[in-house]
């Protein structure tokens, strides 16, 4: 079945979430943690986690390496959150990027090495 024109421009504008938020709610809320507690079993400062759970930190390899291993939500998941995340942002401000689209040329002049 299709989709019809509306559900697909629905789907275009829902922005994906930043994975702060959803280690915030289903991980570190679900377990009953405090932040200073999640911090402390992951072995990272308060301050660090505390960016990424309200979103003003990106989500390094290394903290979803130990998010994996504490928690058991896999390195993949939350790095495919984190690129995802990282598109739509971008896609946000492509508009503000003024490149035109590269066209081969036969002029001997521009020679590329």
Do not use: C, W
């Not at 994906?16 to 959803?22: D, E, L, M, N, Q």
């Not at 405090?34 to 003003?56: D, K, M």
Request: hydrophobic share 45%.
């Amino acid at each position: 079945m299709q989709a019809s024109r509306r559900e697909r421009k629905m789907a275009q504008s829902k922005e994906p979430a930043h994975p702060g938020g959803f280690v915030k709610s289903e991980i570190i809320a679900a377990n009953g943690l405090s932040i200073t507690g999640a911090a402390q079993v992951l072995g990272v400062t308060r301050p660090a986690l505390s960016a990424l759970l309200n979103e003003r930190a990106h989500l390094s390899s290394e903290m979803a390496l130990r998010i994996e291993k504490v928690f058991g939500i896999s390195i993949e998941t939350l790095m495919r959150m984190q690129n995802t995340y990282d598109i739509a942002q971008a896609r946000k401000r492509a508009g503000e990027i003024e490149l035109l689209p590269f066209k081969k040329t036969l002029d001997p002049s521009i020679v590329v090495m």
